[in-house]
């Protein structure tokens, strides 16, 4: 991994300083070094505060990850000394999702830690006499972007609950907004973002960023996640005007599929490892796929080496499983923010909600052809294309954190399999007790 990360991560955790996301607890503004920074900062403490966001963007992504599959049924998490996967996440014996528990605590804090780096990386910039106005530019755009990425994260979790979109001053924190109006403060900071970057110039290094770190790519990378953020809103022609302007590329070689943006990780001093990746054929932390994701995988599909058959199957809390989670092979497998593969799920997805139904159609054959698979054969009708899509985004998308996210938006929530008596499919998460 490149030392940009490696060596400011530990800048990231100084500069937020708390481990909860109480809302008196946003961060200390007093410490000196933030002081510092905010006050003139130079190129190099910038591209610091750069490196300390996008480090900082890991941070608690298992849970995230845990939260979306397990509700949504394409993994189990088994563990020794934590019952609450298989018992609160799947609403086992009358339990109910807790807000003080860490299923929602962890990835809330860690999420609005980063927006707080964000906030301070546009201050910082803004404050700076010691850049230009296009770098200036630079740093504000890539900071509205990530800040917008990480409040959509969290409103994923909580859905009509809502979030809190201005933290900036941690003595006078806005009220919470409801789903639909985070959604349209996401696409405002992402819009204000992309005019940042027409007049930019980018002056900071990115680890996770390969052919996106210039100016024209950070463009990119920003209007891919402003489609994402489209077809949450239904607004389809939206989206497919965002992908035009994304690094969308309809090829399905499996290099073109995985083009994109990722968290990346290391084994240097300093550095983190995928919190997510889990061993295979672990008997006391375990991390297994839903039984129905091989049940329903299409003979031929490739997506099924997302996947490892066990030595034996693993069990616990009468639940079990013949298969791991295989998508993170190692310890420093990188984890997608976004990729090719989704963006033209988008494309099918709008172009079918449009009733573009022959480019939608084309959009989902070119995701099941570069998996291994025939041309779709079923009815050509929107109804069905739509089921179709939400397959492919199944496979495609599986153990990235989209499952759940997409049956809710699809109301679908209620097809998913109940595993026990009385198991519960959730549809949000309740906000962090320090919130209520």
Known sequence: MKNNIKLYSILFLAITLFASACKKDYGDLNNATIESLLNNASEAELNNLVSGTESGMRNALNFYIDDVS???????????????????????NGSVLGGSNFYITSPWAARYQVVKNCNILIQAANNSSLISSAQKSGYIAFAQTIKAYQLLMNLNLTYTNGIRVNVGDPNNLSPFVSYDAGLTAITALLDSAKTNFSNASVSFPLAGFAGLSDVAGLTQFNRALAARVSVYQKNWQTALN?????????????????????????????????????PQNQTGEVRVAHPTYTGDIETGDDRINKVSLRNSPASQSNLSSNYDVWLYTNSTAPVGIIRNEELILIYAEANIQLSNLTEGLKGINLIRNGHGLPNYTGAVTQAALITEMLKQRRYSLAFEGH????????????????????????????LPVTEQ
């Open 70 to 92: 397990i509700i949504g049924r394409e993994s189990y998490r088994f563990s020794n000394s934590e019952p609450r996967y298989t018992i609160d996440l799947l609403g086992a």
């Open 242 to 278: 965002d992908l035009n302007a994304s690094f969308l590329s309809l090829s399905n070689s499996s290099v073109a599929l995985a083009n994109g943006a990722y968290h990346v990780f290391g084994t240097g001093s300093g550095d983190q490892l995928n919190p997510v990746f889990i």
């Open 403 to 430: 499952r759940w996210v997409d049956l809710r938006r699809y109301n679908l929530l209620n097809t998913l399999p109940i595993d026990r008596p009385g198991d519960q499919v959730w549809t949000l998460f309740p």
